[in-house]
């Protein structure tokens, strides 16, 4: 998956540690979900992955990202200062960061937090009905559908629900 298609604002390193990294994943198996640098004096690099083949993951897996992605972070050196390197993968309530999640996951509740007001609000809440037209999010709020901006969007993930943890526990095991 491209950076490109990537939803929200993001900031200009991750996106451009996200490039360094996603050639290699992608050759492994894996698909970036998300690459985060949270914290101040030694930040923490948050690496989100999934495998392409939609098996759950395993600790073996984020051990296998987390030295390839080291050996790769070791050569390019983008980060300024020590970091700390943290691997995960998506979880159940997933964060929805790429234009497919949001069909992909249309018929689950999600959660939308926008980065500008949308009819008078920047958060939704509802049902998942997938893309729109004009680059848009469907989501149903009881009887209300509501459209919501692709570029509005700050965080968008899936909401814990019984159906999501039921779809969770179906899917393939390695």
């Not at 030295?67 to 998506?90: N, Q």
């Amino acid at each position: 998956m491209s950076v490109s298609q990537r939803i929200g604002g993001g900031q200009e390193l991750e996106h451009r540690i996200e490039g360094m990294l996603a050639p290699s994943l992608e050759a492994m198996g894996y698909a970036i979900v998300r690459v985060a640098l949270i914290g101040g004096n030694r930040p923490t690099l948050q690496v989100m992955a999934e495998r392409l083949d939609g098996v759950g993951m395993t600790v073996d897996h984020c051990a296998e990202i987390s030295r390839a992605t080291s050996a790769i972070l070791d050569v390019e050196d983008p980060l300024p200062s020590a970091y700390l390197l943290e691997v995960s993968s998506p979880g159940i309530d997933r964060p929805l960061t790429r234009r497919a999640d949001f069909d992909r996951f249309a018929g689950y509740e999600a959660r939308i937090d926008a980065t500008r007001l949308i009819d008078g609000r920047k958060r939704f809440k509802g049902l998942l009905l997938g893309l729109g037209d004009g680059d848009t999010v469907r989501l149903r709020e009881g009887t209300t559908e509501r459209h919501v901006p692709l570029d509005a969007i700050g965080r968008a993930k899936l909401v814990l629900t019984e159906a999501l943890l039921a779809q969770s526990l179906d899917r393939p095991k390695v």
